[in-house]
């Protein structure tokens, strides 16, 4: 076989690799295109016509935007999902660490523990949340009754109504973030840790010079993702406080899907949706541009 038929081989098999590719990806491709990039500009350009969501509209140009920074209660939502976020947040990656660092541990049954502590995140949140609701607003009051604040149900108390949230939302989320951490504490070579002991580096001291430091990258992910997640929560809120009591537990995600889809304003809760998108990428940039130092 000349060196000419082996280059022509070689180019046929590499056209026909490309080509299969292409054909695997373009698919997932102009699906994706389909029911989110072409949906999200549809939402973009109504934000700026006056559409309830059905009939007539005309544009109104920049309208809606400027009356959602004077809407008391989009600005309330807004209020209350960074606050529940930046709260969420840090709790999920705290409890999710710890027990990370427990089950990297030489521990007997590590990888039972490993499981159950994964299932959380495979169950559906609505569902969850359902669960939750009933065990906050019929067993807690019961089981707790010599206590003030939960002798009645929690979920009807406009000041605490957020806790039962954050502690549904956390529960579920330390799942996914336990096994982010695990894997990148098993990136970290034990002679590492021998060779710091030597120096007397143990506990708490090695864990702040060795472990976070070399982990920054998985804490990165897991709180720009947590973030991204929590800022959007839909779900749990539903499940358990449908928004109330009256306005107080009203995110955002929750109040574009009340007042776009059931209250007449898919054109104002369109562009409440583009002011979100917004903020979301901002905090993701945000993150990623302030840990990612961390990570050298």
Same mark, same amino acid.
């Given at each position: 076989m000349?060196q000419t038929?082996? =280059?022509?081989?070689?180019? /046929?098999?590499r056209r026909? =690799?490309?080509a299969?590719?292409?054909?695997m990806?373009?698919?997932?491709i102009?699906?994706?295109a389909i @029911?989110?990039t072409?949906?999200?500009?549809a939402?973009?350009?109504f934000?700026?016509?006056?559409?309830a969501?059905?009939?007539?509209w005309?544009?109104?140009?920049l309208?809606?935007?400027?009356?959602? @920074?004077?809407?008391? /209660?989009?600005?309330?939502?807004? &209020?209350?999902?960074?606050?529940?976020s &930046?709260?969420?947040?840090?709790?999920?990656?705290?409890i999710?660490l710890?027990?990370a660092?427990?089950l990297?541990?030489?521990?007997?049954a590590?990888?039972?523990f490993r499981?159950?502590f994964?299932?959380?995140?495979?169950?559906s949140?609505?569902?969850?949340?359902?669960?939750?609701? @009933?065990?906050?607003?019929?067993?807690?009051p019961?089981?707790?009754?010599a206590?003030?604040?939960? /002798?009645?149900?929690?979920?009807?108390n406009?000041?605490?109504?957020?806790?039962?949230?954050?502690?549904?939302?956390?529960?579920q989320a330390?799942?996914?973030a336990?096994?982010i951490?695990?894997?990148?504490?098993q990136?970290?070579?034990?002679?590492?840790?021998?060779?710091a002991s030597?120096?007397?580096?143990?506990?708490?001291?090695?864990?702040?010079?060795?472990?976070?430091?070399?982990?920054?990258?998985?804490?990165?992910?897991?709180v720009?993702?947590?973030i991204?997640?929590?800022?959007?929560a839909?779900?749990q809120i539903?499940?358990?406080?449908?928004?109330?009591?009256?306005?107080a537990?009203?995110?955002v995600?929750?109040?574009i899907?009340?007042?776009? @889809?059931?209250?007449?304003?898919?054109a104002?809760?369109?562009?409440?949706? =583009?002011?979100?998108f917004?903020?979301?990428?901002a &905090?993701?940039v945000?993150?990623?541009r302030? &840990?990612?130092?961390k990570?050298?």
């Open positions: 000349t038929t082996v =280059a022509t081989d070689t180019h /046929r098999h026909f =690799a490309e299969t590719y292409y054909w990806v373009w698919p997932f102009i699906l994706f @029911f989110h072409i949906p999200m500009l939402g973009i350009f934000s700026f016509t006056n559409y969501g059905y009939g007539k005309h544009m109104v140009g309208s809606n935007y400027v009356n959602l @920074f004077g809407d008391d /209660r989009v600005l309330h939502s807004y &209020l209350f999902t960074i606050f529940f &930046l709260v969420a947040t840090i709790l999920t990656n705290v999710s710890a027990i660092l427990a990297n541990a030489r521990i007997k590590r990888n039972l499981g159950i994964f299932i959380p995140y495979v169950l949140m609505l569902i969850i949340g359902y669960v939750f609701q @009933f065990f906050f607003s019929k067993s807690v019961k089981i707790f009754s206590v003030p604040l939960l /002798r009645d149900n929690i979920l009807t406009e000041h605490w109504a957020w806790v039962p949230i954050v502690i549904v939302t956390v529960w330390c799942a996914f336990i096994i951490y695990l894997a990148g504490l990136t970290i070579p034990a002679d590492i840790y021998e060779a030597l120096d007397g580096a143990t506990g708490f001291k090695a864990f702040k010079s060795i472990t976070l430091p070399l982990i920054m990258g998985y804490v990165t992910i897991n720009v993702l947590n991204k997640n929590f800022m959007q839909f779900d539903v499940a358990l406080t449908d928004g109330g009591p009256g306005m537990t009203e995110s995600t929750l109040q899907y009340q007042g776009g @889809f059931t209250g007449g304003e898919f104002y809760q369109s562009a409440d949706a =583009a002011i979100l917004l903020i979301i990428t &905090l993701s945000i993150q990623l302030y &840990l990612n130092p990570e050298d």
